[in-house]
């Protein structure tokens, strides 16, 4: 826990064991480094629910000043979230939902937009036919099903475009990549694999690789880096991904709003795209310029401690040579 501030912020994070929530957090710290008087303590609930839950009233018995959610499942996380927003604690919900509209504010992509825009690509790709596999996260989280509902609303327009399987799971890719190549080397026609984050799409094109198969894949999430999403798209291993922004630094935003009295809009919906081979050149450049410029950012903040620590010793020096 940080040292005494004026605002404390407890983070319920579902889970923190990826690049996509790393990222967020990232974001959010780079936010949060604008806010001296800001402090944040970040609780991983390891996908696990009843974990989450009693994070939560932890944040509650310590009267954190506001909680920032990700609900691990929407159901099971919903009366807890209720309970604190009732206790008078603002809370910022982001990326995956509850059920109930009981919240401050949230923050996050439309999932059910994401599945809509992976349903209008599949259909170009697959030039209005063929069969398709979806793989996705746990059943009861409110991404999974959003971009399944999305996708379906897409694809039953089309009766030549067949969903044959969905399977969902809350594993990390590696442990349910044995499911995945069951299902591929029974079902080796299946034209189109819809992987509702990166991750699961890259473990798939490395299933499809070691059977022989040659399969286009369609991930979420278009984050940056050496074998992100982007990249992914890049080198030709899936075919699109649909970008889903993590939200960090909105998230912190709409947080000091809410502390320090501003007005906030309820919904932050943030920006979607889908991201192919086409437009994939444009997204890097845009992605290594921001990089470039963060690190200039970082570069300045270091000469600007460097600079204030001169500046104090100097002061000192001036101080002593009065005195005496
Ligand atoms: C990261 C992640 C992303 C996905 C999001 C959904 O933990 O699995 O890949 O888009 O969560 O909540």
């Given at each position: 826990?940080?040292?005494?501030?004026?605002?404390?912020?407890?983070?319920?994070?579902?889970?923190?064991?990826?690049?996509?929530?790393?990222?967020?957090?990232?974001?959010?710290?780079?936010?949060?480094?604008?806010?001296?008087?800001?402090?944040?303590?970040?609780?991983?609930?390891?996908?696990?629910?009843?974990?989450?839950?009693?994070?939560?009233?932890?944040?509650?018995?310590?009267?954190?000043?506001?909680?920032?959610?990700?609900?691990?499942?929407?159901?099971?996380?919903?009366?807890?979230?209720?309970?604190?927003?009732?206790?008078?604690?603002?809370?910022?919900?982001?990326?995956?939902?509850?059920?109930?509209?009981?919240?401050?504010?949230?923050?996050?992509?439309?999932?059910?937009?994401?599945?809509?825009?992976?349903?209008?690509?599949?259909?170009?790709?697959?030039?209005?036919?063929?069969?398709?596999?979806?793989?996705?996260?746990?059943?009861?989280?409110s991404p999974t099903i959003d971009r399944h509902q999305?996708?379906?609303?897409?694809?039953?327009?089309?009766?030549?475009?067949?969903?044959?399987k969905s399977l969902f799971s809350a594993r990390q890719?590696?442990?349910?990549?044995?499911?995945?190549?069951?299902?591929?080397?029974?079902?080796?026609?299946?034209?189109?694999?819809?992987?509702?984050?990166?991750?699961?799409?890259?473990?798939?094109?490395?299933?499809?690789?070691?059977?022989?198969?040659?399969?286009?894949?369609?991930?979420?999430?278009?984050?940056?880096?050496?074998?992100?999403?982007?990249?992914?798209?890049?080198?030709?291993?899936?075919?699109?991904?649909?970008?889903?922004?993590?939200?960090?630094?909105?998230?912190?935003?709409?947080?000091?709003?809410?502390?320090?009295?501003?007005?906030?809009?309820?919904?932050?919906?943030?920006?979607?795209?889908?991201?192919?081979?086409?437009?994939?050149?444009?997204?890097?450049?845009?992605?290594?310029?921001?990089?470039?410029?963060?690190?200039?950012?970082?570069?300045?903040?270091?000469?600007?401690?460097?600079?204030?620590?001169?500046?104090?010793?100097q002061q000192n020096t001036l101080y002593l040579t009065?005195?005496?």
């Amino acid at each position: 826990k940080s040292e005494k501030k004026t605002f404390q912020i407890g983070f319920a994070q579902c889970t923190m064991n990826d690049n996509w929530r790393k990222t967020m957090v990232e974001g959010m710290e780079s936010e949060l480094a604008f806010h001296n008087n800001i402090g944040m303590t970040i609780a991983n609930a390891n996908s696990n629910s009843t974990r989450q839950i009693a994070q939560i009233q932890q944040f509650i018995d310590d009267k954190v000043d506001l909680i920032i959610v990700t609900p691990n499942e929407a159901k099971p996380l919903t009366a807890i979230i209720e309970k604190a927003f009732d206790a008078g604690i603002p809370v910022v919900i982001v990326d995956r939902k509850t059920t109930s509209e009981k919240y401050t504010a949230f923050v996050g992509a439309d999932n059910k937009l994401i599945g809509q825009n992976a349903g209008i690509y599949a259909n170009i790709i697959l030039k209005g036919q063929g069969t398709i596999f979806e793989v996705g996260e746990g059943a009861k989280t409110s991404p999974t099903i959003d971009r399944h509902q999305g996708f379906l609303k897409i694809i039953n327009k089309n009766p030549q475009l067949k969903l044959v399987k969905s399977l969902f799971s809350a594993r990390q890719p590696q442990y349910f990549q044995e499911e995945i190549r069951a299902f591929l080397s029974q079902h080796p026609k299946v034209d189109l694999i819809y992987a509702h984050n990166d991750r699961l799409a890259h473990a798939i094109a490395n299933v499809c690789k070691s059977l022989g198969l040659n399969k286009k894949i369609i991930g979420v999430d278009g984050l940056y880096g050496a074998n992100q999403g982007i990249d992914l798209v890049r080198k030709g291993i899936i075919s699109a991904t649909i970008l889903y922004p993590t939200g960090g630094e909105e998230a912190i935003k709409t947080a000091v709003k809410i502390l320090t009295k501003q007005p906030f809009e309820k919904e932050n919906q943030l920006f979607t795209t889908i991201i192919n081979a086409e437009n994939v050149g444009i997204m890097l450049a845009q992605y290594q310029k921001i990089k470039e410029q963060q690190d200039d950012i970082k570069r300045q903040a270091s000469k600007i401690i460097e600079l204030t620590r001169i500046f104090s010793t100097q002061q000192n020096t001036l101080y002593l040579t009065v005195i005496f």
